[in-house]
T-cell receptor, first 117, second 110 residues
Framework: EPEVTQTPSHQVTQMGQEVILRCVPISNHLYFYWYRQILGQKVEFLVSFYNNEISEKSEIFDDQFSVERPDGSNFTLKIRSTKLEDSAMYFC???????????????FGPGTRLTVL | GQNIDQPTEMTATEGAIVQINCTYQTSGFNGLFWYQQHAGEAPTFLSYNVLDGLEEKGRFSSFLSRSKGYSYLLLKELQMKDSASYLCAVRGDQGGKLIFGQGTELSVKP
């Protein structure tokens, strides 16, 4: 069964360093998302991406964040200068169909646990 | 604003039935999703409702009332492996992003 994959599973970094989190969405999917979950808190939307551009972003997704689809398979989230409060689990998700009122399941990757020291 | 409320935690007995409620207030509505999340793992899809009524899928059922901004997830014949966090999420507009509730931590005891 196709699945979303993410690397690394765990990333430890020093405050102020740049990190890049990588995701490989399911191959025929069109929409890609990043969410984060701070330990003990709810899953929060960061950004959605379609047709090589950002569709929507949340207030969390400030200038320190960027996303890219550098080739036909990878989807990356970059944090330019990490802060302690960026420590969280970051989930990538993808969905197959063009967005509309019908059902389309978002498939989540296993997540990258980011620890900022 | 966007607000999704669900109980923080619930406890139930193996073999029993449990109902997890979710109420929502969002600026738009294009479907309500239930996900299961085991500790340290990704959310996995359980059910989807966009029209009022009950959707049944094996041991899991989900109900929606759009006029009341209310949904519930019903789990029957509980098993120990059902111990997990259950996340209610609303797709507020057609853009696709999901707005999640805090999650309900369900403990199934023998």
């Amino acid at each position: 069964e196709p699945e979303v994959t993410q690397t690394p599973s765990h990333q430890v970094t020093q405050m102020g360093q740049e990190v890049i989190l990588r995701c490989v969405p399911i191959s025929n999917h069109l929409y890609f998302y990043w969410y984060r979950q701070i330990l003990g808190q709810k899953v929060e939307f960061l950004v959605s991406f379609y047709n090589n551009e950002i569709s929507e972003k949340s207030e969390i997704f400030d200038d320190q964040f960027s996303v890219e689809r550098p080739d036909g398979s990878n989807f990356t989230l970059k944090i330019r200068s990490t802060k302690l409060e960026d420590s969280a689990m970051y989930f990538c998700a993808s969905t197959e169909e063009r967005i509309g009122p019908g059902f389309n399941e978002q498939f989540f990757g296993p997540g990258t646990r980011l620890t900022v020291l | 604003g966007q607000n999704i409320d669900q109980p923080t935690e619930m406890t139930a007995t193996e073999g029993a039935i449990v109902q997890i409620n979710c109420t929502y207030q969002t600026s738009g509505f294009n479907g309500l999703f239930w996900y299961q999340q085991h500790a340290g793992e990704a959310p996995t899809f359980l059910s989807y409702n966009v029209l009022d009524g009950l959707e049944e899928k094996g041991r899991f059922s989900s109900f929606l009332s759009r006029s009341k901004g209310y949904s519930y997830l019903l789990l029957k014949e509980l098993q120990m492996k059902d111990s997990a966090s259950y996340l209610c999420a609303v797709r507020g507009d057609q853009g696709g992003k999901l707005i999640f509730g805090q999650g309900t931590e369900l403990s199934v005891k023998p």
